[in-house]
Nanobody, 121 residues
Framework: QVQLVESGGGLVQPGGSLRLSCAAS????????MGWYRQAPGKQRELVAS???????NYADSVKGRFTISRDNARKMVNLQMNTLRPDDTAVYYC???????????????WGQGTQVTVSS
């Protein structure tokens, strides 16, 4: 059974940094796009950043220049380096992987359990 486990959330002051990680476990044939989403109270879940297997990245306008997404295909892991954090970055952050379980199957989305990031003085 595939699981995504996140780590690295917490409380940080404005201007500070945090690094989130998410690793997949279980029987996996291939992982395609890896991404990070976030959901603030009362708001819809939104894409923060994504990265393809080849390393192409995509960022929400609000985080460009401050956040960096990276992946380690061998470790089935994605990281999100968050710098110059602002109070409006406060949210629960979720990782999302498109995973193909078998050679003949289609990729399906899997989600992590979420990790809280709070930016406050």
């Amino acid at each position: 059974q595939v699981q995504l486990v996140e780590s690295g959330g917490g409380l940080v002051q404005p201007g500070g940094s945090l690094r989130l990680s998410c690793a997949a476990s279980g029987s996996i044939f291939s992982i395609y796009v890896m991404g990070w989403y976030r959901q603030a109270p009362g708001k819809q879940r939104e894409l923060v950043a994504s990265i393809t297997r080849g390393g192409s990245t995509n960022y929400a306008d609000s985080v460009k220049g401050r956040f960096t997404i990276s992946r380690d295909n061998a470790r089935k892991m994605v990281n999100l380096q968050m710098n110059t954090l602002r109070p409006d970055d406060t949210a629960v952050y979720y990782c999302n992987f498109n995973i193909q379980i078998t050679q003949v199957g289609s990729p399906l989305p899997y989600w992590g359990q979420g990790t809280q990031v709070t930016v406050s003085s």
